[in-house]
T-cell receptor, first 109, second 115 residues
Framework: DAKTTQPNSMESNEEEPVHLPCNHS???????IHWYRQLPSQGPEYVIH???SNVNNRMASLAIAEDRKSSTLILHRATLRDAAVYYC??????????FGQGTTLQVKP | GAGVSQSPRYKVAKRGQDVALRCDPI?????LFWYQQALGQGPEFLTY????????KSGLPSDRFFAERPEGSVSTLKIQRTQQEDSAVYLC?????????????FGDGTRLSIL
C-alpha cells in the first residue's frame, strides 16, 4: 500500500487560511487521495477526496499536484473547531484506508 | 439521519475474557469496515465486509479476532481470550457502495481496556 508523509504538527491563527501538505510519491494511477480529520474522543470524519483535479466542498479545498505526488488540504478560514488530527490517505480499489500519523493542527484564537 | 452507532462505548475486561463489540452502520450502507486505534496512533485496518461477505480480513492481528455481519447490516467484532495488547479503541465505518470512491462514515468507537 502506498504511503503518505505529513508534518507532525502545524499551527494556525483563527480566521486565517491553513495549508496542510501531504507527499505521496509512490501513488498509483488508481489511488484516490482522501483527507479525514479526527477530534479527540471521536471517530475520524471525512473531509474531502479527489483523484486528479482540484476539489472543493463546504469544508475545504483539495489541491492536487499535476504529477499527483503531493497534495494540499486548504481550510479557507480556520476556526477553533478545526483543531484536530488531519490524515492524508491513499485509497485504492480495495477501499480500506491506510492511516499514517497525521498532522495535529492547533488553532490559536 | 442516524450515523454509525457503536456499543458499548467503553468496555473493561479482565485478561483472558471474551468480548463482543457491536456496530450499527448507516441504513443502506453496503460496505463496513473495522479499524483498531492504539493510543496516540492512527487507526489501523482490521477487516472489510461487502454486505454479509467478509472480503478482506488481512488486518486481523490473530485468530483470536473474529468479525461477522450475518444479515449484511449489524456487525460484531469478537475478541477471544483477550490480552493487554488488545487495549485500544475499535472503530467501525460504513460507506454506501463501491467503497474506494465513497467516503467512510465512522462511529465514535468502543474503548476497550484489558486489565
Amino acid at each position: 500500500d502506498a504511503k503518505t508523509t505529513q508534518p507532525n504538527s502545524m499551527e494556525s491563527n483563527e480566521e486565517e487560511p491553513v495549508h496542510l501538505p501531504c507527499n505521496h510519491s509512490t501513488i498509483s494511477g488508481t489511488d484516490y487521495i482522501h483527507w479525514y480529520r479526527q477530534l479527540p474522543s471521536q471517530g475520524p470524519e471525512y473531509v474531502i477526496h479527489g483523484l486528479t483535479s482540484n476539489v472543493n466542498n463546504r469544508m475545504a479545498s483539495l489541491a492536487i499536484a499535476e504529477d499527483r505526488k503531493s497534495s494540499t488540504l486548504i481550510l479557507h478560514r480556520a476556526t477553533l473547531r478545526d483543531a484536530a488530527v488531519y490524515y492524508c490517505i491513499l485509497g485504492g480499489v480495495t477501499g480500506k484506508l491506510i492511516f499514517g500519523q497525521g498532522t495535529t493542527l492547533q488553532v490559536k484564537p | 439521519g442516524a450515523g454509525v452507532s457503536q456499543s458499548p462505548r467503553y468496555k473493561v475486561a479482565k485478561r483472558g475474557q471474551d468480548v463482543a463489540l457491536r456496530c450499527d452502520p448507516i441504513s443502506g450502507h453496503v460496505s463496513l469496515f473495522w479499524y483498531q486505534q492504539a493510543l496516540g496512533q492512527g487507526p489501523e485496518f482490521l477487516t472489510y465486509f461487502q454486505n454479509e461477505a467478509q472480503l478482506d480480513k488481512s488486518g486481523l492481528p490473530s485468530d483470536r479476532f473474529f468479525a461477522e455481519r450475518p444479515e449484511g447490516s449489524v456487525s460484531t467484532l469478537k475478541i477471544q481470550r483477550t490480552q493487554q495488547e488488545d487495549s485500544a479503541v475499535y472503530l467501525c465505518a460504513s460507506s454506501f457502495n463501491r467503497a474506494f470512491r465513497q467516503p467512510q462514515h465512522f462511529g465514535d468507537g468502543t474503548r476497550l481496556s484489558i486489565l
